[in-house]
């Protein structure tokens, strides 16, 4: 995959159109159809359903504690504005579902909480982010993803087999549960980024080359949409075990104390790997700023050397005639040319003395271990 | 179009001059002269004009629940004055709304409040904020801008056709939906930044041309600009909808705080968008030293190699007397010539072997393919 | 005038002497003598007096509504101690006001309040503030300069004519209108600024000199004395209209809050300007390294052409006995000298194709217009 | 030991697998085993047990007022999860007990305070942290470590012995004590990173060598590992000594205060260390560039003194024909050799001169002492 | 003075040893002695006495208003102790009394007022920081420092004499002046570091030398020594001037107020002085760089000018028989060598016109003012 087609989480794409009526709701219309998933569970048991048509979801509101819908999907505004209807939902909130450049952030309504979370994909060579819209009401919580697949199979699991604790609690649990998986999946992503930065920091010292800028600037950009991802999100989790609201229970609230730190956690890494790249940058330049000190030694110690050589060679290939007095006797004593070589090699050996003195000849050959170097 | 003539935003052009009593209304003499249009609605029908003299004003306000008057252009200060004393807005108010350099800001009046905007306009080549000042009453909204033309025309069309929630609101919904125009037009701005800064991204990597700084410097300049105008109105956004006041109902306050959401997204990219030009900065500079390295590289093996030969070559042009003895006999062994040569270029085979060994000639042939290089 | 002459805002000259015990009034024997200035008013009228004896100032007060006496020089403690005792004036106030280097600040007194601002001026080549030390009592305004001229003329002329609001409000809206000319004069002083930035940023891209860097220093540091000046001038200004206190009217708050609006104007461009000085330093140093890359591409040309060339020539001109077999048989070629040459300039064409090819002789010349690059 | 080998601390190593559900116990089949350590007294007296079975603490609990349970080595969940069932700790903060990479923390519950802090350890070339948990109740103090060997050897001591404060005391005086251990560790660490510095400052100074930047990137890497252990202990400390809880007696929270202050001192040479090890980059830098500087005067120097001397040479190695007039006649002078030798030693000369001038021939030899540059 | 055997205030020693108990009071060994100075006084009178055995203070207690002990050296833990016990002073507090690397602080216990602060003291070449441990009771103040020779001298006087207000007020009167004294002596210390930092200006601009980078770095060095000890200082003060406590009348806290303003005057300078060494910095950086380009151009120019002359040379010195048709027949013309010697003075003199006009020839001589450079 070429780098220039990579898309950048950078980069901004447009919304809704300006000038359209707020609270309109407009699908992308080349976001996939939605599917809707439902799961319905209270302590006794648990129902899973595949649903076509929103209007079945009356079926299960109150004959079950809990209802899970969960949409993936976002391609047909008809059927959020069902979902949105059937379940109270507010209509500026639908409207961010759909517009899937939302930051984490927890909203209040009369009587559900609308959350907005960013859920971190790594494909084979791209960092993406995905918008995880949830409602938490009294009895049921709505979620919407931009596409399939998610972090929450073991969560359905625990919801099916009765493991774990979530069948026993209600929605605020199950909020909770969703929220903690979307966060936990971050650390192996981080744990990626942590490997690559020790690579690139052996590569920076022993070899720096010009496409390791390129990885570092990358690694970088990459730590600012996590950044972007990850800092309003610890903001939701700390609104939701602070804030006072009937919906969340005192249990659910310790969990989410427990949530939050793995927020700070993962910002607090984040900004060690955001040090470690731009403390590598600075190893970079001075890598760079070496391998040019050692390039012109080797320059100016070949002019050195070879210059005074050439002119003593160009001073005995004059044409002054030699027959006038004083002009160029060497030519005609025995073994001019010996004691001429002789003082050549003489003045080649004097600098070269002096060059291995002051550490230039060392320098240049490369050094076996510069490792161990801890204080 | 010349870069030096180009009006930076950056700097600052006098508002009245010191001394002047406050409260006293100058116009700017090359400012545009006012057209004032009206737009008053209900729930059942609108009324639209362009009105001369705002005396006509008085004929529409309390017949309809809402009245909107736009002033486009603050040339002449009368026309604000009068407009100023029949909806009794406030003599500091309306000085600020004729010195076009006020940030974004609310204020608080008795029976009005004070909002002022930055519109951002993006004109070929130039980036550019207009100062939008609007005054929300109990049945009027008055705003008055720079110049004609502006983002309101969809909102227009709403008020007219009776389309969105408009004209079943109140001046506080009408104010809202203005303010969020505005804020949604900084979005399609941002995007051109986000492909700019791509493109110069793939540039600077490949070719680190010295205008590429200049980019880079003004992208960033007009990223202060776009900072310096958003920051203070996603304040002025958050003080509408939690400061207390009569004049913005509940339900506005919901949108507002929607619109809040935006411009904080807005205030993400921007700074996402500036560590990734200062980033830019960085690659360039490295760089500028890799290229720096590479001409050395050549220079070095270029002398490297010749320095020596020439001394050879220099050695066996002396004119050493051949007839004393010791004196240069090679030049009289048959085939010395073709031994001096096959010498010299064994001196040479030796270097390049050794700088083919140091990696310094392959690294100067140009690499197909830099990329592909995430973690 | 000399740079090393230039006073230097940055650097602090001493105050009393360590040890001396606090509340006791020592002028600086080097500043000038006061003179006493005092302009009484009401609604009705104005009365305006230079002072020699301090005495005669309470003949003024009670018969006016509003005294002011302003204070030119603080060359002698017993005239300010004087002034003082007349109005009641807390000792420290007063040692505040002979000790030059106050920041800006507002204290409370029980019936008066003390407010420090610092007044910019900008003679030839320097940026200076000066102190100015205001006090405000119920019926009285009393104000300390360092020297005499001030920007208060307009304001003089507004209570001598009755123009403008001043003589129908009280002392708070003097000492309002007082601040407001202060911080108004800053903009002018910031407008050079900014005109100075864009000639250095022209000259920074098209010609990196050595001196740009010194004044891009000068004006990052003159930022900084700024900075420290309207810093807490802003703080000053908010206090005033925000804490409670008798002393200061509702209205007076109003226009104190627009005056605080300015300061924030004021700030926002101190930041930008700084931001852009620093990249302008970004700018410069890799113009430097601009300029250097194609000094030393030009250095890196001329070696590489003329070395083969020079050797060819070398190798043509040794001696080696043309008459043994083998030895430089071209010498005798005819035509050989032009085949030679020939080769020379095929060598030398080469390589200035490869060099034209690398891009390296057209970025030597210079581009006529590296200008409107916006993106 | 090899550089690449050394564990970094600033990696992150997965902690439960995502999906997992929470209040989960799963031990790191890699930690050592648990070997539970039980120190119970008074003001009286003193008991000291290895413990193997958890069951046994429940003779020794009500039996002595204060109860310190130490546990090295979280191999066995069972083990941790007895002993949290028997002290009624709750399940989220023995799931974190045994997730080993948590940030120092301290959270409530109904009868007990569970605190997180990092302890430093500094094996011979590694800076590693552990974690150490506390439970502080109301008669215990239930600790877990990672590994055995501590800095609580002295505060057993004084528990066997009597000596100190420590047996008169409750719980949380031991607590206290604890921590103050542990915080009080980080200084002999810090000392040692102080004396670093110290060492690299002179060796940038003197010999700007390649490995130095390693060296300061690692201690720079160091210490912000050390921040990130100590920034939160401290918000710990804090929490401690203000928070209101029964747990913690009114001359605990003195003598915590006085340990905040330990921890702000760490802070504060952190941060001073920080800078310091900036510095010596930017120093290295400048170093690099001076050398570079240096290497090239050499070069230049030879250059400019050869090339017109090589030149000179060559001219008189020019063959023209002298017998046509005007032909080089020099070659025929007697004593042309003499004088063109001669005026080759003028041009040296003269140019020797003016780089003496320059200061750059200085400049090349070794000052014997770059120090006491004190202002 | 070597400059490697200064103390720096950077690195810390070791305090008591980790595991100590608190509240142990040990002296450092090599702390000199104490000497106990005491002056009691009241508004009719002072008594002055130097005191070996602490008990001779209770005669003193009670007798005056206001009891000053002063002691320098603190070599003797038990004479500490021995006060402390007679002033009821608490352990924790004296503990920090013995270790001398407290951060300034203010605490309070239950009947008095303990409070740190740190004193400067400039020797020859070095800046160091001094401990004043200072407690504050109703009618004692109790000051401890590390040895003799303080800033309190011009106190000593007032009490002595009865000049200023010292006698006619209490021990919170006392504690303010000798704080106040504290604080004034830092700005003497700031003043030579601002001399200083105008000395270094001039210096990287003219002559960018390589102990400059040193100097820089250890001004840099100096100001977070100082921000370290001003920081906290000026919490202090705002701590005793705002936090309610019956020991600081109100008069006094009024002048703490004052004293208050000049800590912020010092951070302000602070900041501002740490500004312009990074400036510096840059400067020296770019000035090298500068240095490094008319080093490169020296070195081209010369290269450009006598690689064509020499090439031409080396042609006219190639041995091609010119007896053989076409070779050479340059050597044979009359005025050929003039003709090859004019050529070659063309050649150069174009090139030399070029590099006038490039400007490189100009920029190499050293230009007489590169001052008066202010906007």
């Known amino acids: 995959m070429n780098r220039r087609k990579r898309p950048r989480e950078t980069t901004f794409h447009r919304r809704t159109e300006p000038g359209a009526a707020p609270g309109t709701l407009v699908a992308d219309p080349q976001a996939p159809k939605p599917s809707i998933h439902v799961m319905a569970y209270g302590p006794e048991g648990a129902e899973e359903r595949v649903v076509i048509d929103p209007q079945e979801l009356s079926q299960l509101l109150g004959k079950w504690p809990v209802v899970w819908v969960n949409v993936d999907g976002l391609g047909d505004a008809a059927i959020v504005a069902a979902i949105g209807e059937m379940f109270g939902l507010h209509k ?61 199979d073991g969560l359905r699991d625990h919801v099916r087999t009765g493991r774990g604790q979530v069948r026993s609690h209600g929605p ?101 790997y955001r040090e470690v790249a731009s403390g590598l940058l600075d190893i970079y330049l001075s890598s760079l700023s070496n391998r040019m000190n050692e390039v012109m030694k080797v320059l ?44 050549m090699a003489l003045v080649a050996g004097v600098q070269l003395y002096f060059f291995a003195r002051k550490g230039w000849i060392g320098s240049l050959t490369p050094k076996p271990e510069p490792t161990n170097n801890k204080p």
Request: a negative charge.
């Open 300 to 343: 100016t110690m070949m002019a050195t050397v070879f210059m005074p050589l050439s002119f003593v060679a160009g001073v005995y290939g004059m044409n002054f005639n030699p027959d006038k007095p004083g002009n160029m006797p060497e030519l005609n004593w025995p073994f001019g040319y010996a004691m001429a070589l002789g003082f």
């Open 172 to 272: 605020d649990y199950l909020a909770y549960a969703l929220l903690d998986a979307v966060i936990d999946n971050y650390f192996p992503v981080l744990e990626k980024y942590g490997e690559t930065l020790e690579t690139l920091e052996d590569a920076v010292v022993e070899k720096p080359e010009r496409k390791l800028i390129v990885h570092i600037h990358d690694v970088k950009r990459d730590m600012l949409v996590l950044r972007r991802a990850i800092w309003p999100l610890r903001e939701v989790v700390q609104a939701l075990y602070r804030d006072p609201t009937v919906l969340v229970s005192d249990e659910s609230r310790l969990h989410l104390r427990d949530c939050y730190d793995h927020t700070i956690q993962i910002v607090d890494l984040l900004e060690t």
């Open 92 to 152: 500026l909130a639908l409207e961010d579902v759909l517009n899937t450049h939302q930051r984490a952030k927890v909203e209040q309504y009369p009587d559900h909480l609308y959350v907005v979370a960013r859920m971190i994909e790594q494909l084979d060579h791209r960092l993406d982010t995905d918008q995880l819209s949830l409602f938490l009401g009294r009895n049921f919580v709505v979620t919407f993803q931009e596409r399939a697949g998610d972090c929450f």
